[in-house]
């Protein structure tokens, strides 16, 4: 059985789809980072696992029942754009809201438990409006965490944030994972941090899924390469194209693909007058395996 | 994948579902000053009407009273669907314009907040939402009812009309009219889901309605061309009206189905608008 299950969903605005026969699958238990460019449809697809949008077509199934079933409904925690909170009301009382919307009987405590989660204990009796943007964006996960949720879909949680608040958010998203069980949805541009916790990545573009691969797969299928510095770039960079089949100037360095022994390159640069500043062993990360699957999408 | 708990999915009975939202709902009425500043708003208008009617002109003259009892600013006399003064108007039916602007802002703030995404997001069904919002808006109506009654009462009493009246039949209109609230709670709650993205809208769509103008210019009409007036009372602001001063028990049953009968059309037809198009 899988958290999510989609199959051919479409979802059209005047006539142009943003999400186009899209089909998407999570594993119970996954945390999913989902990813796409601006306007690829990634907040549309939550959206419509919310019910917040009505689908032009296709299926959606959560735990192996129709997304419309209440039972089932009833254990999604969201946090969509933002986390839907009354600005006027405290910490507590907007989580007493939705404590009492989910008819637990047990909301006092359950609220107690939900802001130690989120490092928000102190904070209870601040007003929502007053709270920095990081602190309403853990009060939105205290909100989607109410009421024992088997289903996180997280919108773009952590955007905005400043590097300790990123951090927080990081560690709070791996404790409920592991500590709950919960299967985490998760969209974020921010794919240095996604790829800290993701097990699996779903990438989308123009309303379509055109990956998906578990974090396992793309480390093994991620390319290592030897970046270095030295004096003469642009000569050492011919100079290693003789030997190497894949040599490129990146980010103010050369780097060597499928190379994996930098004491071998060393040794050829060095007999042929070259000196090597800097060198180091690198594997491809999660952003830079995104850009070169998009560039070849787009056929450049 | 290993999960570390079991996956249970019970679907919660209709009534537990509606608990919850009535409860959330009943929860921001409760806690927000909103719902105590329409109280007071209710009270205090009667009142003023009542001490205004009672007045000096501007010569120093007294003006003659629009009202031969207190409880005319409750209801009127006999059921008037044509106003033809501001008196004829000034009863307990402003209570459903106050109403009226108190569930557009109430619904308003759902939408405005994003609260509602939470709300949707674990109620599937939509109904729930319908139903929630006509039962708290009506109890608000209520509750303004009760406080208009007290203040239209102080206000008369102290303006100096006479407090003679049939009290059977002040009973039943007011009754009559705090029925009518469910009916109107469900108009107002239906027209917000219409013009969720345009509260303007919302707002002046509740007021054109509560002030039952449509009625009074069929009524208008119909009095221009000695018709019998009495299917108007299948209208909920013609019903309202009918609830006045010489109310017997078919009155108030007229009320009750009228009111109900509506709720139920704009129950149904909220819920299928909510189904079938996006939440925003």
Excluded at chain 2, 77 to 92: G, H, Q
């Amino acid at each position: 059985m899988n958290a999510i299950e989609i199959r051919n969903l479409s979802k059209s605005f005047r006539g142009m789809y943003a999400v186009d026969h899209l089909n998407m699958t999570v594993p119970v238990g996954a945390i999913y980072g989902f990813i796409g460019e601006n306007g690829s449809g990634k907040s549309t697809t939550e959206k419509l696992i919310c019910g917040h949008l009505v689908p032009d077509g296709g299926t959606i199934t959560l735990f192996g029942k129709d997304y419309t079933d209440p039972g089932v409904r009833v254990r999604v925690g969201a946090l969509i754009e933002d986390p839907g909170c009354f600005p006027g009301s405290s910490v507590y009382q907007n989580l007493m809201m939705q404590a009492i919307n989910l008819g637990l009987e047990n909301g006092e405590e359950e609220i107690r438990r939900v802001l130690e989660i989120v490092r928000m204990e102190d904070s209870a009796n601040l007003k929502f409006k007053n709270c920095s943007l990081g602190m309403k964006q853990r009060i939105g996960i205290a909100m989607a965490l109410l009421g024992d949720p088997a289903l996180l879909i997280l919108d773009e949680p952590i955007n905005g944030l400043d590097t300790d608040g990123m951090r927080i958010m990081r560690e709070i998203l791996v404790d409920i994972t592991q500590t709950y069980g919960c299967t985490v949805l998760i969209s974020s541009h921010i794919l240095g941090e996604l790829e800290k916790i993701a097990t699996h990545y779903g990438i989308i573009r123009q309303g379509r899924m055109i990956m998906e691969i578990s974090a396992k797969e793309m480390d093994s299928r991620a390319q290592m390469f030897i970046s270095l510095k030295t004096g003469e770039m642009q000569k050492a960079k011919a100079l290693l194209q003789k030997k190497f089949a894949d040599v490129r100037e990146e980010d103010g360095s050369i780097r060597v693909y499928d190379a994996d022994d930098p004491a071998a390159i060393v040794d050829y640069l060095m007999k042929n007058g070259h000196v090597i500043s800097e060198i180091k062993k690198n594997k491809i990360g999660l952003e830079e395996y995104y850009i070169e699957l998009m560039s070849q999408k787009e056929g450049k | 994948m290993e999960t570390k708990r079991e996956l249970k999915f019970e679907s919660p009975s209709f009534s537990k579902r509606l608990k919850g939202m009535l409860g959330v709902d009943f929860y921001r009425l409760f806690h927000t000053p909103m719902f105590y500043i329409f109280l007071v708003i209710a009270a205090i208008i009667p009142a003023m009407v009542s001490a205004m009617t009672t007045m000096p002109d501007a010569n120093g003259n007294k003006m003659e009273p629009l009202y031969s009892n207190v409880w005319q600013i409750i209801a009127a006399s006999e059921p008037l669907y044509v106003v033809n003064s501001i008196a004829d108007y000034a009863n307990m039916n402003m209570v459903f314009i106050f109403g009226g602007i108190m569930v557009s802002i109430f619904i308003g703030h759902d939408y405005k907040s994003g609260y509602v995404k939470q709300l949707f997001t674990t109620h599937a069904k939509k109904q729930d939402y319908m139903m929630s919002k006509s039962i708290v808006c009506a109890f608000a109506m209520v509750c303004m009812c009760i406080t208009y009654l007290i203040g239209g009462t102080i206000g008369g009493v102290l303006a100096g009309y006479s407090l003679e009246v049939n009290v059977g039949s002040l009973i039943l209109a007011i009754l009559g009219k705090m029925i009518m609230s469910f009916g109107w709670a469900s108009l107002y709650t239906f027209l917000n889901i219409i013009f969720r993205k345009y509260f303007g809208v919302s707002i002046a769509s509740s007021f054109f309605f509560g002030t039952g103008i449509l009625i009074i210019g069929i009524a208008a009409i119909v009095e221009n061309l000695s018709l019998p007036t009495s299917f108007l009372n299948l209208f909920l602001y013609g019903s309202s009206v009918n609830a006045c001063l010489v109310s017997g028990i078919p009155t108030l049953l007229i009320c009750a189905a009228v009111s109900a009968a509506w709720a139920v059309i704009y129950n149904v037809l909220g819920t299928r608008i909510l189904s079938k198009s996006d939440v925003y």
